[in-house]
């Protein structure tokens, strides 16, 4: 395997130095902290994730007011207590992005929080919990047992939540491989995602590093370099 040292030596020069690069690594997530996050505010995270997943993020957030007072601020126990009636409506409802599948996922995700919140005292106390070195067994539990936090989904959503997560991007499996790890091009076989998971394990020891600074790095080391002004209206959606 490449030294990481020179992976992030390559980013800062694509990014126009240490400082440039620095900037668009994003805050230290503290994962202890997310015990304190309310389950209305882990589903209102996991609906947006949902609705923007294959959608231009940006209209979802503009949007999103609007779906706070549909969907009842995502009060679990509330939504799991409204009539069909209401979740037949939603379809039509203009505030929000109108598609049964995913307003379907509200429901069913409010279910799966609540379960796990009565189980853990709540859900940001159960994500508190997980050990950060299995990022992996955490987004194989939201696929699972969530409903549409699948794939790159429950990555985005841990990211959200302030978790300390790595996305594994199409760039962050190319820079991997090209730093010698023996993975497929998708990374999706649980073989490859163990090694995935090992590897930035082995780096977060070494660097002292955030796993999402390295998840980061890693896809700005190659690929498309992307200008660092685009790379933070990006960050800031």
């Not at 030596?9 to 900037?23: I, P, Y």
Request: aromatic share 10%; no cysteine.
């Amino acid at each position: 395997m490449a030294d990481f040292a020179r992976i992030k030596a390559r980013a800062a020069e694509r990014k126009g130095g240490e400082a440039v690069l620095k900037s668009l690594l994003g805050p230290v997530s503290d994962n202890a902290a997310l015990a304190k996050v309310s389950d209305d505010r882990v589903l209102s995270t996991m609906a947006e994730r949902v609705f923007a997943a294959g959608f231009v993020w940006r209209v979802i957030e503009q949007k999103w007011p609007g779906f706070e007072e549909a969907f009842l601020g995502f009060e679990p126990k509330r939504l799991l207590f409204q009539p069909e009636d209401f979740w037949h409506d939603l379809a039509s409802d203009k505030r929000i992005v109108r598609n049964p599948q995913k307003i379907r996922s509200v429901r069913d995700n409010a279910a799966f929080v609540e379960r796990v919140s009565k189980e853990h005292g709540s859900f940001g106390k159960f994500l508190a919990a997980w050990p950060a070195d299995d990022q992996v067994g955490l987004t194989a539990y939201l696929g699972k047992h969530g409903s549409r936090l699948g794939g790159n989904t429950g990555q985005y959503l841990l990211r959200w939540l302030g978790w300390d997560t790595f996305v594994m991007s199409q760039d962050m499996i190319l820079a991997l491989r090209d730093a010698g790890l023996d993975i497929g091009e998708a990374a999706t076989a649980k073989k490859d995602q163990a090694k995935v998971q090992a590897q930035i394990n082995e780096w977060a020891k070494a660097t002292k590093l955030p796993r999402a600074h390295i998840s980061r790095i890693l896809s700005m080391s190659i690929g498309v370099n992307h200008p660092a002004d685009e790379l933070r209206s990006y960050m800031s959606e």
